[in-house]
T-cell receptor, first 108, second 113 residues
């Protein structure tokens, strides 16, 4: 699995967009980029994943750099329920290798 | 609710005791994973099953830990002779097949006194 680097924490205001960055400079060609989030006292929750192209789903968008060495998770309108630790994972295998993630705080 | 379930949700035990956790994956999910998470850290992979076969074990899984998945359905994780360092959240996840999204359960929080 490629090592990923994320900021320890980020802050946003409610109903504003949030861009969560992730660096994965050693990513291999077969590694998918996964994003999970974890609310307090809960298991991680799948958010989105992609390989090369940008991806959208009902929760978020994933923007992947052309060289795939970085990606950005975009929450279009943050809500208080989006406050969580967000993990970026780059892997081609079965196991998920979590880092410490980014703690997102959403201010009302 | 058809998500991944884990029991018990909390367990307090004394050092040296054995504990067993259960995970019920989403129906028809062939793959089942165990992770461990300590405070302030991301989850760490322990082991995974493809149906009833245990295919990979992390170095974190010492010989005091054993996991089973009889008949490829639910799974159990047993810790023998617990130590205070075993205190953590134990998470279970399942996926349909290799490379597909993993869905996590709520976890079992273990405290070893």
């Amino acid at each position: 699995d490629a090592k990923t680097t994320q900021p320890n924490s980020m802050e946003s205001n409610e109903e504003e967009p949030v861009h969560l960055p992730c660096n994965h400079s050693t990513i291999s060609g077969t590694d998918y980029i996964h994003w999970y989030r974890q609310l307090p006292s809960q298991g991680p929750e799948y958010v989105i994943h992609g390989l090369t192209s940008n991806v959208n789903n009902r929760m978020a968008s994933l923007a992947i750099a052309e060289d795939r060495k970085s990606s950005t998770l975009i929450l279009h309108r943050a809500t208080l329920r989006d406050a969580a630790v967000y993990y970026c994972i780059a892997t081609s295998g079965s196991r998920l290798t979590f880092g410490e993630g980014t703690q997102l705080t959403v201010n009302p | 609710d058809t998500g991944v379930s884990q029991n018990p949700r909390h367990k307090i035990t004394k050092r040296g005791q054995n504990v067993t956790f259960r995970c019920d994956p989403i129906s028809e999910h062939n793959r089942l994973y165990w992770y461990r998470q300590t405070l302030g850290q991301g989850p760490e992979f322990l082991t995974y099953f493809q149906n009833e076969a245990q295919l990979e074990k992390s170095r974190l899984l010492s010989d005091r830990f054993s996991a089973e998945r009889p008949k490829g359905s639910f799974s159990t994780l047993e810790i023998q002779r617990t130590e205070q360092g075993d205190s953590a959240m134990y998470l279970c996840a399942s996926s349909r097949e290799w490379g597909e999204t993993q869905y996590f359960g709520p976890g079992t929080r273990l405290l070893v006194l």
